[in-house]
């Protein structure tokens, strides 16, 4: 069965102080792996496409990678506005229309 | 920005009674999903539909239904809602030849539902 596991589940970081989120998937064969943010009573927002291993996207303060068993969400000197929950995903097994396997989510507080 | 818009935003209702809960996208969008998202569980999917009239179960599909007569409509009915399904509800829709393959979905803002 396919497996998104995303820690810590809560973080809380002072106002400029980067760290990383951490996602480990377990999956035959990987057709991609996604992040979203999710703001508090909001839809999850997509962020970014991994395909292989290696590879690294930008977007602002985030940085995402991909290993061959797990994602990092790397945020450089965050502001209180990156608070959110991020969350990481897979295409279901089978891949075809049935969608996405999402993980918990990283709570994360950015303190001014 | 995708233009989603569930309806109602926010509903209680008692145990029993059947309830309907609406998406319409703008977008023309091909695929379309209902989630449901509760504390301590990821986003489940309820039921999809990959086009007019064609649609499939999700992980957690027991007591809901699914109905797209439009493009730009998917209803999701609860034809006797129980306190198991007090939830937010999301809806999503994805695009294009690839549709979720590409990874982006997108969401609406959500629908609270209180089973009392």
């Known amino acids: 069965e396919d497996q998104v596991t995303q820690s810590p589940e809560a973080l809380r970081l002072q106002e400029g102080e980067s760290s990383s989120l951490n996602c480990s998937y377990t999956?035959?064969?990987?057709?991609?792996l996604f992040w979203y943010r999710q703001d508090p009573g909001k839809g999850p927002e997509f962020l970014f496409t991994?395909?292989?291993a290696g590879e690294e996207k930008e977007k602002e303060r985030l940085k995402a990678t991909l290993t061959k068993k797990e994602s990092f969400l790397h945020i450089t000197a965050p502001k209180p506005e990156d608070s959110a929950t991020y969350l990481c995903v897979i295409p279901t097994t089978g891949g075809g229309a049935d969608g996405l396997t999402f993980g918990k989510g990283t709570h994360l507080i950015i303190q001014p | 920005d995708a233009g989603i818009t569930q309806s109602p935003r926010h509903k209680v209702t008692e145990t029993g009674t059947p309830v309907t809960l609406r998406c319409h996208q703008t977008e023309n969008h091909r695929y379309m999903y209902w989630y449901r998202q509760d504390p301590g569980h990821g986003l489940r999917l309820i039921h999809y539909?990959?086009?007019?009239?064609?649609?499939d179960k999700g992980e957690v599909s027991d007591g809901y239904s699914v109905s797209r007569s439009k493009t730009e409509d998917f209803l999701l009915t609860l034809e006797s809602a129980t306190s198991s399904q007090t939830s937010v509800y999301f809806c999503?829709?994805?695009?294009?030849?690839?549709?979720?393959?590409?990874?982006?979905?997108?969401f609406g803002e959500g629908s609270r539902l209180t089973v009392l």
């Open positions: 999503a829709t994805a695009g294009g030849l690839a549709g979720p393959s590409t990874g982006e979905l997108f």
């Open positions: 991994l395909y292989s």
């Open positions: 999956v035959s064969g990987l057709r991609g």
């Open positions: 539909s990959y086009g007019v009239k064609d649609t």
